[in-house]
């Protein structure tokens, strides 16, 4: 009954079965937004956050699905930018994870903050020498980006461009989409960045304060290149993942293995990086305020396990398969190091927000847990939901994957 | 007028003389504004810019000795943990005082200062600031009290300050007497373990105490460089104090 | 943010921040104010239906941009890469100055039983253009769009005065819930509309004396055309499920959604009438 | 008219909303945001107005701490200490600071109440005086007529407007005043050791070397919180080898403990014990002062000290106490060595009390320097025989005697209510609380008569607990007393109109009564007056009028005494010839109950709290109880980490204490200076004394001990499982 809303020469399921996909995450998404609503007008008190555990599994949210989204700026760069023509057949799905990923964090930091009505204070009062600062102008700027860049992604539906103005406006902004391009790689070159300066400046917190160059702590440039390294892992496996529900053939393989090949490439120097790093950071850093760091590892469960996991298990290991070409030919093995690589990246997060907050810091202190409130899992659950329904609807109404109609009709 | 010359407030608390009985914190909380705790508010989301906290020797009975450590913002002058890293300039060193001031109506609410602060010194507002019927009657003129979502912290009591300047320049004075200026906390500590003052005036008590061989600071090695210093003649806690994690003793705190 | 807004400083790092972020918002609002009045411009211009094709040419696949000397065998693969508007191609130019067309003897030529007269040329679109007496032009449908089409449930022909433009609309049909446009063949006004029974659509007054009719296909092309674009269509039935093959010789039906329902003849409508 | 198309209507749209983000609105708007979010209309504005200074004295505990009242208006808004008090040294305890929070408390009584329990939570019905008076006078009538008692429970006895109540009490039919265990029991005993009726004891920790505690919370609301601080302070400045040495003997690792220079921790109730041993050993090793040699009972042939200590070699109490023989010999010599030293003990039995008052006497502490001292007792005006006799304890009222209880707020807070249930005479006895406040056991009453609380009454506060000089000090009130509320005499002075007893006192109100003592002050001719306003003291010979005295009394100030009773001669188990028996008795008891564990409860389960934990508080106590885990709240367990790993218990979890009396929830901390094998349970406040719900009935652990009128010392063999 929606036909004409889909685009011509691509299958999709009938529109009953597409309700019937959409109802169960449009339930989970009215149950986030309930929890959503019981932060914003009780306050914070809903969550299980506290003055020692200021920052809850929402930051690691923010921090891993912007890392995540990293693949929108970094297809763009490359296929505008380095002109990977290849890429062109993701770019549009790359764009709406991206959106996707940055609206949802931005909307899930409007709550966690204490007093959203004055997020524009930010802008008004610029502290420039604080991280955050950079991020927020940054994430602000990105998401705008991105609205824009998706702006012709949606104009593309069979419907939209059948309006004159909807169709020229998409032409000519595609045709500066380089701009857009380039402004994207500059803005998530900081944010990024900044991301992992958040942690990396924080003088208090031995476990994650880093030695750096000029004002950026190392891990200013671990957070770039681990978000770049792993972006493209994440648009390979939302493809995969998207081709095996709409069990549908979206790319071309080669451009699968592109992805693979750069999210490599990438992760192994970052892993070297990385170890470094840690190495750095083992023997000179910590030491250095007063912490020796094997004193972080002493505390279950964060043992030194967690360390081995996410630099060896799921940063050098996918990174070497994803360097083989022989074994990134292999789907299940190309699929599995992108799952690798992320989850790598999303522990590198969890370790910088939670074990950071979780370790003591004054001699007399203990070691501290906490569990997320169902509002906090509630928060971040109506993000996925979100995500997936965009997603969904995106992917059905608009052209995500270029390619899909030629391999679709053999 | 002559230029005047900056202060650097500052503290020594003498841990030997801390009896744990909390006068320092209820004092605060008169003071500054601090509401009631709602009912399910616990040690983790309460709001006490001054906590005593009890540290153990980590030895088990009967060997167990306990050291009773009152904690506010150590007001650091060096690279100021929580100043930079604020988005919105809500936290600001005072030149003229050498208080870190947090200004809760510039206040986002985002929590990166409280993640930054190592002495776990500042505070959220996780509820709405309730005091019971009537009891609004009792607050102090001096303070307005904070909403919900912002951070605040100890900041010296530094409507005293303002206070004692006000009436200084109200009797043609430039400087304040140090007797003018006492936080609420050293002026209710029933032990005066709480010793406060200027610790640029080389006259001051808090001066001469602070260079005294057993005074020491929290966490010293940030290089935050904190402007309140403790002392203690018992050696063990010095040596919790030192965070030597060379020692097989675990601490334990209840506070 | 301003400098005048309290807590504003002018140190290095402030104006190196802000710096970049107005640069950045700057920049930003530049490049939606351009492509807003790019776009102003376009509509003024009427640019709209040119721009349409491009972009349906754009995302057409690649087995429907061939190159109309890859049908002749000039080349063994060509791509399109000037939306099918060859009276501006230097290629064409050039290869029709090299192989000029034979002129074919027949009146007609049958391909898997579409009868295609030769007195007219053709579009990719499939539509065809006469030159009539009056210098006019008369547009209709080829015999395989007809009997793709069938009898829609509905046809927006445009009114006299309109302005068509070469591969631009010129009407709109809808069958069966899909609805297709049909691309212009040439330049001109509408002067005369017509309907299936009187065997064209569209009288076209042309602008110019002479027309430039070089993108239309005509003579000898049109046989390997409608070879491949059978081949197309085959292939386009085969993945659709629809499970028919054009029998060699037979006469096709005349309304092929009418006779095999099942296939999705939206996709199909807008493959082969190149609306992506 | 044309129909509007949608193109239109979007056209409007969109344009409508370019129009509005060029208008000034939206920043505007973006502009209010910043007002309103720091003005919300529910954020309480403080008050502004006039500030003020004005002087008090708290009466919240016997301690008389001089307040500097800030007020704004006439609102109290800050209690600071008055600085150079020659009592209280400027400090003041937590309670105190924010006692002016007290008339706002959420479970403020401001109309008598009838109370109803059922189901775990108390139901009020407010209720006419008058109809109150015509309830409790029906049940005086049946009292009369069933021949059982009527019953007053003062819990701060040793004020002047005390002899009011006691004398309105007196004039019921059946009328008992009786008080409820107070002050100092060492104190105590020594008074029924001495030779002729002497005042109340007090120490001379200045001039001391060496103190040994059992138990009383020396640093923890003892005396006066800066009279300690005002020793701890001094002890700094002299030199380690000459300072005082204060010796802390309690099961618990209490705030006492942690600042003490020892800490020997005995066994559950094995105090006395350690005490005895102490004793044998200074005997043994004849490093007793030499007078006492010369003490009638010291080693009579009949009554013989020695004798009675005899039996307890260290070696003996040693596993009893759980002190080596070693430790206790070495502690011994100690003592003796560094004298002056000075016994000092907490809340305990009579018997108890008087092992160590012999222990005074003993190392020759008695009337010296340094040592145990008389206060000079205060002038009275009561000259009727029987009301200067003393007044019953708890303790002396026989059990299912009472008909009506009255019981004032600190009696209330302080015994534990089986101790009271256990007087009353039947189902049908009527409980009345007077209380400003319902928390706690005042939960437990029938009705509740509303009080004026602190800075509402007129009252009186006398020498604080172990002060060497008497003293007294008079709070008046700085805050309106609300419509509803009674003042006690006043109640009792209606009571007694109701039960038909013709109204003779010859006093007739609080104010009259203590401008009356006052006038007997003023004519002793002693002592002198500390007035806070000035700092300074003036000599009683100065002041010009009793008039005056009272005004410098109530406008802040205290009146001190300048000199202490001259010392008595004692005898160890002074003059009444039962008190030897008595004590052998108790120490046989001690002994079969000592390391008793019954069967399934294999924990000894011992309630603490400490000063201020009991009673109405201001809801800011939160900041200690709830916000921070400086104080326990009642709900509060504490156990040794290996003996909680035994019960399978998490540290933070909560879990469920059982005795044969019953369970309770309570919420597990481990704590590495906690006995193994031993419970410790927070008899303190519960979360309605702060400002939640009043409706449920408070548990508290008391109510599963085994306890006499010192419940808090008993060892109650109990169990506790995860909950």
């Known amino acids: ?410 | 007028m002559t230029a005047q010359k900056n202060s650097r407030y500052g503290m020594v608390i003498d841990l030997d003389a801390c009896t744990g009985c909390g006068a320092c914190m209820v004092a605060c909380a008169v003071e500054n504004n601090i509401p009631p705790a709602p009912e399910s508010a616990n040690e983790r989301t309460g709001i006490t810019w001054m906590r005593v906290y009890k540290v153990l020797n980590g030895k088990s009975f009967p060997d167990t000795q306990a050291v009773f450590v009152p904690m506010m913002c150590q007001q650091c002058e060096h690279h100021t943990p929580c100043i930079s890293v604020c988005p919105q300039k809500a936290v600001e060193l005072d030149e003229e005082s050498g208080i870190v001031a947090q200004i809760p109506v510039r206040c986002l609410g985002c929590r990166y200062c409280m993640t930054a602060c190592p002495y776990h010194a500042r505070y959220f507002n996780w509820w709405d600031p309730v005091w019971p019927k009537g009891m609004e009657q009792t607050l102090n003129p001096d303070v307005a009290p904070r909403m919900r979502g912002v951070v605040e912290k100890c900041n010296f009591c530094h409507g005293r300050l303002q206070a004692a300047k006000a009436k200084a320049a109200a009797e043609g004075r430039i400087e304040i007497r140090p007797e003018e200026y006492q936080p609420a906390c050293s002026d209710a500590c029933p032990t005066n373990a709480i010793v406060f003052g200027d610790l640029n005036d080389e006259q001051s008590e808090v001066s001469r105490m602070a260079h005294q061989k057993d005074s020491f600071r929290l966490l010293e090695t940030l290089g935050s460089e904190p402007k309140v210093y403790f002392q203690s003649e018992r050696p063990w806690v010095h040596h919790i104090a030192e965070q030597d994690f060379a020692s097989p003793e675990k601490e334990t705190v209840h506070g | 943010m301003f400098p005048w807004v309290y807590g504003f400083t002018w140190d290095a790092g402030s104006i190196v921040f802000l710096g970049a972020f107005f640069t950045v918002l700057a920049v930003l609002v530049a490049t939606l104010m351009k492509a807003t009045l790019r776009a102003v411009n376009d509509v003024k211009l009427e640019r709209t239906e040119c721009i349409r094709w491009k972009s349906d040419f754009h995302d057409l696949p690649a087995a429907a941009k061939k190159c109309r000397h890859e049908f002749t065998g000039e080349f063994a693969h060509r791509t399109c890469d000037n939306n099918f508007d060859c009276r501006d191609c230097a290629t064409h130019a050039k290869l029709m100055s090299e192989h000029p067309l034979v002129v074919p003897e027949n009146a007609e030529d049958v391909v898997y039983g579409f009868t295609m007269p030769l007195d007219r040329m053709y579009h990719r679109g499939h539509t065809w253009v006469r030159r009539e007496e009056d210098g006019s032009f008369t547009i209709g449908l080829d015999d395989f769009a007809s009997r793709l089409i069938g009898v829609p449930e509905q046809i927006e022909l445009p009114p006299a005065g309109t302005r068509l433009r070469v591969n631009g609309t010129a009407w709109n049909v809808k069958k069966q819930g899909a609805a297709v446009r049909i691309l212009s063949p040439v330049e001109g006004e509408v002067i005369e509309a017509g309907d299936p029974q009187r065997g064209w659509f569209l009288r076209v007054k042309p602008l110019e004396e002479k027309p430039n009719l070089r993108n239309l296909l005509r003579g000898a092309e049109i046989r390997p055309w409608m070879l491949r674009e059978m081949e197309r269509f085959q292939g386009l039935l085969a993945t659709e499920g629809a499970g028919i093959a054009l029998a060699d010789g037979g006469v096709p039906v005349n309304d092929f959604s009418k006779a095999y329902p099942r296939a999705d003849w939206d996709t199909v409508m807008g493959e082969m009438l190149l609306e992506p | 008219m044309d129909k509007i198309s949608r193109r239109a209507l979007l056209k409007f749209a969109g344009g409508s909303v370019v129009g509005f983000l060029f208008s000034p609105m939206p920043w505007k708007l973006l502009d209010d945001t910043a007002k309103w979010s720091q003005n919300w209309s529910w954020i309480p504005k403080p008050p502004q107005g006039a500030i003020t200074i004005k002087y008090n004295t708290c009466t919240l505990c016997q301690a008389g701490c001089g307040v500097r009242v800030r007020c704004v208006g006439d609102r109290p808004v800050a209690l600071t200490g008055v600085h150079d008090h020659p009592i209280s040294f400027g400090a003041m305890c937590p309670a105190g600071i924010v006692g002016h929070h007290l008339p706002y408390h959420p479970a403020r009584v401001t109309q008598p109440l009838k109370l109803t329990e059922h189901a775990g939570s108390v139901d009020q019905y407010p209720l006419q005086p008058d109809e109150l008076m015509n309830d409790l006078a029906k049940v005086i009538g049946e009292a009369h007529s069933s021949g059982t008692s009527v019953v007053f429970v003062d819990g701060q006895p040793n004020r002047y407007v005390s002899q009011l109540y006691r004398q309105l009490i007196d004039s019921l039919p059946n009328g008992i005043y009786a008080v409820s265990p107070h002050g100092d029991a060492v104190s105590a005993a020594l008074q029924t050791m001495s030779e002729r009726p002497s005042g109340m004891l007090g120490y001379d920790l200045e001039h001391a070397r060496t103190i040994i505690n059992f138990r009383a919370p020396l640093m923890d609301g003892w005396g006066t919180p800066g009279r300690i601080g005002q020793i701890i302070k001094q002890q700094k400045k002299v030199g380690v080898s000459e300072r005082l040495k204060i010796i802390h003997v309690e099961t618990r690792y209490s705030r006492a403990a942690a600042m003490s220079d020892e800490w020997i921790p005995v066994n559950p109730g094995a105090d006395v014990f350690f005490a005895l041993g102490l004793a044998h050993v200074i005997v043994r090793e004849k490093l007793y002062a030499s007078a006492v040699r010369k003490t009638a009972d010291f080693d009579d042939a009949g009554i013989s000290f020695v004798k009675f200590v005899r039996e307890f070699s260290p070696d003996v109490v040693a596993p009893v106490t759980g002190i080596s023989a070693d430790k206790i010999t070495r502690t011994t010599r100690e003592l003796a060595r560094h004298t002056p030293a000075v016994v000092v003990g907490g809340t305990m039995s009579d018997e108890e009390a008087m092992v160590l008052a012999q222990l005074n006497l003993l190392l020759g502490s008695v009337g010296k320097t340094g040592g145990v001292v008389a206060r000079r007792s205060l002038p009275e005006i009561m000259t009727d025989r029987r009301e200067r006799s003393a007044a019953k304890t708890i303790a002396q009222i026989p059990d299912g005697s009472v008909h009506l209880l009255i019981v004032d707020e600190s009696a209330a807070a302080a015994i534990p209510w089986q101790i009271l249930e256990k007087k009353l005479a039947s189902e049908k006895s009527v409980v009345v609380s007077i209380a400003s406040h319902l928390v706690g056991q005042t939960k437990c009453a029938n009705y509740v008569v509303p009080s004026p609380t602190y800075l509402e009454s007129l009252r009186d506060v006398h020498s604080p607990e172990g002060s060497v000089f008497a003293s007294l000090s008079v709070s008046s009130p700085l805050i309106k007393v609300p419509a509803g509320v009674i003042e006690p005499a006043s109640f009792l002075q209606k009571l007694a109109a109701a039960a038909g007893v013709p109204a003779s006192p010859s006093i007739s109100s609080p104010e009259d009564l203590l401008k009356k003592h006052v006038d007997a002050l003023y004519r002793s001719r002693r002592g002198h007056v500390f007035v806070y306003a000035n700092k300074e003291t003036v000599d009683i010979s100065k002041i010009e009028s009793s008039e005056q005295l009272w005004k410098l009394l109530v406008d802040g100030g205290v009146w001190i005494d300048t000199s202490a009773e001259p010392a008595q001669r004692l005898l160890f188990f002074g003059h009444r010839k039962e008190n030897y028996a008595r004590m052998k008795t108790f120490i046989e008891e001690r002994k079969q109950s000592a390391g008793k564990r019954t069967g399934g409860f294999p924990l000894a389960l011992m309630p603490f709290r400490a000063c201020g934990d009991v009673g109405e508080i201001s809801p800011l106590m939160t900041k200690l109880y709830q916000e921070s885990g400086l104080r326990a709240m009642s709900n509060r367990a504490m156990i040794n980490p290996g003996t909680g790993a035994m019960f399978n218990l998490i540290d933070g979890a909560p879990a469920i204490v059982s005795t044969q009396k019953g369970k309770m929830k309570v919420d597990v901390r481990f704590d590495e200076s906690v006995m193994p094998s031993v419970l410790f349970v927070s008899a303190g406040p519960d979360k309605a004394c702060f400002n939640h719900s009043t409706a449920a009935k408070e548990e508290n652990i008391l109510l599963l001990c085994e306890c006499d009128t010192d419940s808090l010392h008993c060892a109650t063999p109990a169990n506790i499982q995860k909950a």
């Open chain 1, 1 to 410: 009954m929606d036909k004409q809303y889909i685009i011509r020469g691509v299958q999709r399921s009938s529109f009953r079965k597409f309700i019937a996909w959409m109802i169960p995450w449009a339930g989970l998404l009215i149950f986030g937004v309930y929890a959503i609503y019981l932060c914003l007008a009780k306050g914070l008190n809903q969550t299980n956050m506290d003055n020692r555990f200021a920052f809850g599994v929402w930051i690691f949210l923010d921090l891993t699905v912007i890392a995540l989204g990293a693949g929108a700026f970094f297809t763009g760069f490359l296929l505008y930018i380095l002109k990977k023509k290849e890429l062109h057949a993701v770019i549009n799905s790359a764009v709406v994870i991206g959106f996707i990923c940055y609206s949802g964090a931005v909307g899930v930091l409007m709550v966690d903050v204490g007093q959203p009505l004055r997020a524009w204070f930010t802008f008004w009062h610029p502290n420039v020498h604080s991280m955050l600062t950079e991020v927020t102008f940054c994430i602000t700027c990105y998401l705008t980006v991105l609205a824009i860049e998706y702006v012709p992604v949606i104009l593309k539906n069979r419907k939209l461009r059948e309006i004159p103005s909807m169709l020229v406006f998409e032409h000519e902004l595609h045709k500066l989409v380089f701009v857009l391009a380039a402004v994207g790689t500059f803005l998530s070159f900081f944010h990024q960045g900044s991301l992992g300066g958040l942690y990396g400046v924080l003088r208090g917190r031995p476990f994650a304060f880093r030695e750096g160059i000029a004002i950026w702590p190392s891990t200013f440039f671990l957070f770039i290149l681990s978000a770049a390294a792993v972006g493209p892992s994440f648009i390979l496996l939302t493809t995969w993942l998207v081709s095996k529900i709409s069990k549908k053939r979206l790319v071309k393989k080669n451009v699968l293995m592109l992805l693979g090949k750069i999210s490599g490439a990438l992760l192994i120097v970052y892993v070297l990086l990385k170890t470094i790093d840690t190495l750095v950071w083992i023997n000179s850093t910590s030491p250095a305020v007063g912490f020796p760091a094997y004193e972080f590892y002493s505390r279950k469960p964060f043992g030194t396990w967690i360390l081995f996991t996410e630099i060896v298990v799921f940063g050098l290991l996918p990174a070497l398969v994803l360097l083989s070409g022989r074994m990134r030919a292999h789907v299940g093995l190309l699929v599995t190091a992108a799952a690798f690589a992320c989850t790598g990246v999303a522990l590198n997060r969890f370790v910088m927000t939670i074990q950071t907050l979780a370790l003591p810091t004054l001699p007399f202190d203990p070691f501290l847990s906490y569990m997320p409130s169902w509002q906090e899992v509630g928060a971040f659950l109506a993000v996925i939901a979100y995500g997936v329904l965009v997603y969904s609807l995106s992917f059905r109404y608009l052209v995500l994957f270029p390619q899909e109609r030629e391999l679709s009709n053999g």
